[in-house]
């Protein structure tokens, strides 16, 4: 039979790759959720929602001037207060290991290479051509709150990966936010259109998607009619790959059943956007747009962005600012460089405020995605004038399904390791772990 010959592996692969890289997305895209399940959720799930920023911020006017209830919005801040019941403003926590192995108080220059490896994982990024890191808090979440969805998580930038990167660090360090392990960094994409097809799937319109989803589903039928076949006459060692190839299938139909669930009573998507909008602003909205719909449609329970990569020197009109972002983070620590920084720090609030409207937008079960919603913002860094990772800028938005209160204005021990929020934030999440990077427990938030 010829598909027993040897010619045939590729073709095997070749539709392994139809079921990893084109049919899991289309098959991911194919919702929106079930209406009336969602409706009658008595306690819908929540979505976690990571969001980096590099450089840090000037402090004194991001930090708020009161502690605890009544949240007092700093001059940085005052973006998020239409949603003072969904803001928390945590302060004095630290990332020790963005600075070099030792606990030294700053790596200079050296600390942009590790801050967004950090940020999510609390673990020292080591160096060499290789990843070692840790696993990060949104890949901990998705391995128990993506085993129901589509896609256990999306990874998304705004800006490209980038090459060249210091020859003592892997790029992977700069490049994303997410790792599943501490050798296995995820890719972010920053083309809206791709993330759109990995969400819902193949095809510019919602029709041509549809089709394609059912193109396939007879792929998969098609090879499950011959595993019997492929077993029989091929080495032990052809044997194993098989079986794991067949897992890699099942897996597939698991996900084509759920995604079949959820199409009942579905309303059409959009049609997929046609590439990365020419402006920084449009481009996050984008996004952000996205990651809304993901949320929606529970394509996805979990997602990341990384709005800028640390060492970029964009330009942001939109902030009244000409410097670009990197250069004006250097302020010399002289005021008025500093409240010029500072007018970069408010835009981005404002951008990342536009997000938490369109999720206090969409309905939720009895809520909206907002209430439903924990959403990380902040840096690894907190003067990057002087490449310092304490205090830094956090704040938690959303009320994670009822599980986090707002309007608060929490302050820690100063050096308070963050990975000790990373911890409390999982188990906020009903996710059981019981350590995270460099945590010495969760904090009480």
């Known amino acids: 039979m010829t598909f027993l010959t040897r010619k045939h592996l590729p073709r095997r692969t070749v539709l392994r790759g139809l079921g990893v890289?084109?049919?899991?997305?289309?098959?991911?895209?194919?919702?929106?959720?079930?209406?009336?399940?969602?409706?009658?959720?008595?306690?819908?799930?929540?979505?976690?929602?990571?969001?980096?920023?590099?450089?840090?911020?000037?402090?004194?006017?991001?930090?708020?001037?009161?502690?605890g209830r009544d949240l007092e919005f700093s001059q940085i801040l005052k973006p998020f207060e239409p949603f003072r019941q969904s803001i928390t403003v945590i302060s004095n926590l630290a990332h020790r290991n963005v600075a070099p192995a030792g606990g030294e108080d700053s790596g200079g220059a050296e600390n942009h290479s590790r801050a967004a490896a950090v940020f999510l994982t609390g673990a020292h990024p080591f160096k060499g051509d290789m990843a070692k890191v840790g696993a990060s808090a949104d890949q901990i979440a998705a391995a128990v709150m993506g085993q129901d969805t589509p896609l256990p998580s999306i990874e998304m930038s705004i800006e490209p990966a980038?090459?060249?990167?210091?020859?003592?660090?892997?790029?992977?360090?700069?490049?994303?936010?997410?790792?599943?392990?501490?050798?296995?960094?995820?890719?972010?994409?920053?083309?809206?259109?791709?993330?759109?097809?990995?969400?819902?799937?193949?095809?510019?319109?919602?029709a041509q998607r549809r089709e394609r989803r059912a193109q396939s589903a007879s792929i998969l039928d098609s090879i499950r009619s011959q595993a019997s076949q492929l077993q029989r006459g091929i080495s032990a060692a052809d044997r194993?790959?098989?079986?794991?190839?067949?897992?890699?299938?099942?897996?597939?139909?698991?996900?084509?059943?759920?995604i079949g669930e959820k199409l009942a009573g579905s309303?059409?998507?959009?049609?997929?956007?046609?590439?990365?909008?020419?402006?920084?602003?449009?481009?996050?909205?984008?996004m952000f747009d996205l990651q809304v719909l993901a949320f929606k449609t529970e394509i996805t329970r979990v997602a990341t962005l990384m709005m800028a990569r640390d060492n970029s020197n964009t330009r942001y009109?939109?902030?009244?600012?000409?410097?670009?972002?990197?250069?004006?983070?250097?302020?010399?620590?002289?005021?008025?460089?500093m409240e010029q920084f500072a007018l970069i720090n408010a835009f981005h609030a404002n951008l990342i405020a536009r997000f938490l409207a369109k999720l206090q937008n969409t309905p939720d079960g009895e809520h909206n995605l907002l209430h439903n919603t924990m959403a990380l913002y902040g840096s690894s860094m907190s003067d990057a004038n002087e490449h310092n990772f304490d205090p830094l800028p956090i704040i938690l938005a959303g009320n994670a399904g009822g599980r986090l209160q707002g309007n608060r204005h929490l302050s820690f021990a100063p050096h308070t390791p963050m990975s000790n929020l990373l911890l409390a934030m999982l188990h906020r999440l009903d996710v059981p772990v019981g350590k995270i990077g460099d945590s010495t427990g969760a904090l009480e938030i």
């Not at 998507?269 to 996050?284: C, K, M, R, W, Y």
């Not at 009244?320 to 010399?332: I, K, M, P």
């Open 21 to 67: 890289t084109v049919a899991l997305p289309v098959l991911d895209a194919m919702i929106p959720a079930a209406t009336a399940l969602a409706q009658t959720a008595a306690r819908p799930k929540p979505r976690l929602s990571c969001i980096y920023i590099p450089h840090g911020a000037t402090m004194d006017l991001w930090t708020p001037k009161t502690v």
């Open 162 to 206: 980038i090459g060249g990167c210091d020859l003592a660090f892997t790029c992977a360090y700069r490049n994303t936010l997410s790792y599943k392990n501490e050798s296995l960094p995820l890719p972010m994409e920053n083309d809206p259109q791709r993330v759109f097809e990995r969400l819902f799937g193949d095809g510019s319109t919602d």
């Open 240 to 258: 194993a790959r098989m079986d794991d190839y067949l897992q890699e299938v099942r897996e597939i139909e698991r996900r084509v059943q759920r």
């Open 267 to 286: 309303t059409a998507l959009p049609d997929a956007p046609a590439g990365t909008p020419p402006s920084f602003e449009a481009h996050v909205e984008l």
């Open 317 to 337: 009109a939109g902030s009244g600012v000409a410097e670009g972002f990197h250069n004006a983070s250097h302020h010399s620590n002289e005021r008025r460089n």
